[in-house]
T-cell receptor
Framework: QKEVEQDPGPLSVPEGAIVSLNCTYSNSAFQYFMWYRQYSRKGPELLMYTYSSGNKEDGRFTAQVDKSSKYISLFIRDSQPSDSATYLCAMSGGDTNAGKSTFGDGTTLTVKP | DGGITQSPKYLFRKEGQNVTLSCEQNLNHDAMYWYRQDPGQGLRLIYYSQIVNDFQKGDIAEGYSVSREKKESFPLTVTSAQKNPTAFYLC???????????FGPGTRLLVL
């Protein structure tokens, strides 16, 4: 079993929809939780960064972490065609993971005009 | 502009050939990383370095080698021992081992 499992998708939604992207994990030592956005044939870019449990909002994006359930989510409000990309969750923390991040396999999102 | 650069954008390898992928950063980051990305498989860690002149194997180091002689540079060599090298290679850096990683634009390696 992988340490980080990400909803595989692909996901296709109409413009303006609310999108929910999700990851679960098994390592309780993870303390840092990230979401990256990757456009086709490009490097991932950091979208959201959260430490420990709670919510963090940045414009149309909200990252949510529930450490008790080992579950993280990224919500996109009023989705736009420019949001079409692959979204990767990533996590780090704990002595055995020092210096490393563990990534989900990514969810590909298409927002249709 | 601060950032991470990777070159070349595309690289072709012949059978039995070693090739080297370049990664440079001017962010003054201590830690640097190499990942391999295959379709539908996310990112897999090849090697990482937390400080100059030191590096550790990641999850899939076989057939690859690295060096870290300068803080800003972390080249990756794909050796002939790597039998399935076709992939998208991503370099990343972070301020220190506890910080978030920032990625370069990637190099796509193809086998002729």
């Amino acid at each position: 079993q992988k340490e980080v499992e990400q909803d595989p998708g692909p996901l296709s939604v109409p413009e303006g929809a609310i999108v929910s992207l999700n990851c679960t994990y098994s390592n309780s030592a993870f303390q840092y939780f990230m979401w990256y956005r990757q456009y086709s044939r490009k490097g991932p870019e950091l979208l959201m960064y959260t430490y420990s449990s709670g919510n963090k909002e940045d414009g149309r994006f909200t990252a949510q972490v529930d450490k008790s359930s080992k579950y993280i989510s990224l919500f996109i409000r009023d989705s736009q065609p420019s949001d079409s990309a692959t979204y990767l969750c990533a996590m780090s923390g704990g002595d055995t993971n020092a210096g490393k991040s563990t990534f989900g396999d990514g969810t590909t999102l298409t927002v249709k005009p | 502009d601060g950032g991470i650069t990777q070159s070349p954008k595309y690289l072709f390898r012949k059978e039995g050939q070693n090739v080297t992928l370049s990664c440079e950063q001017n962010l003054n980051h201590d830690a640097m990383y190499w990942y391999r990305q295959d379709p539908g498989q996310g990112l897999r860690l090849i090697y990482y370095s937390q400080i100059v002149n030191d590096f550790q194997k990641g999850d899939i180091a076989e057939g690859y080698s690295v060096s870290r002689e300068k803080k800003e540079s972390f080249p990756l060599t794909v050796t002939s021992a790597q039998k399935n090298p076709t992939a998208f290679y991503l370099c990343a850096s972070s301020r220190d081992r506890a910080s978030t990683q920032y990625f370069g634009p990637g190099t796509r390696l193809l086998v002729l």
